[in-house]
């Protein structure tokens, strides 16, 4: 299983970013999704989540109204449109599946300039 995420970088506060995850080594239709994050000092938080099939999606309270989760089974990707951003959405963002065992991808970086 390797998952790779990557559009993080440098956005202000109110602006967008749009996150994806590249899913490969299983059957990436088959399984739950979620994206996560986290930041300096602070335990890594569960943001959104999307069932196989995309029909049901799981948001954070934090992030509810703002992000947006997504997946293309076709494509093999998951994605995250966040909008509205504040300082404190910056972070690190993980995608992860469970196939068999946790797997997470290395992750890409968020800032948020206030």
């Known amino acids: 299983v390797q998952l790779v995420e990557s559009g993080g970088g440098l956005a202000r506060a109110g602006g967008s970013l749009l996150l994806t995850c590249e899913g490969s080594?299983?059957?990436?239709?088959?399984?739950?999704m979620r994206w996560y994050r986290q930041a300096p000092g602070k335990e890594r938080e569960l943001v959104a989540g999307?069932?196989?099939?995309?029909?049901?999606?799981y948001y954070a309270d934090s992030v509810k109204g703002r992000f947006r989760i997504s997946r293309d089974d076709d494509r093999k990707t998951m994605t995250l449109r966040m909008t509205s951003l504040k300082p404190e959405d910056a972070a690190v963002y993980y995608c992860?599946?469970?196939?068999?065992?946790?797997?997470w991808g290395r992750g890409t970086q968020v800032t948020v300039s206030s």
């Open positions: 992860y599946v469970s196939v068999r065992r946790d797997c």
């Open positions: 080594g299983y059957s990436f239709r088959t399984y739950m």
């Open positions: 999307i069932s196989s099939g995309g029909d049901a999606t």
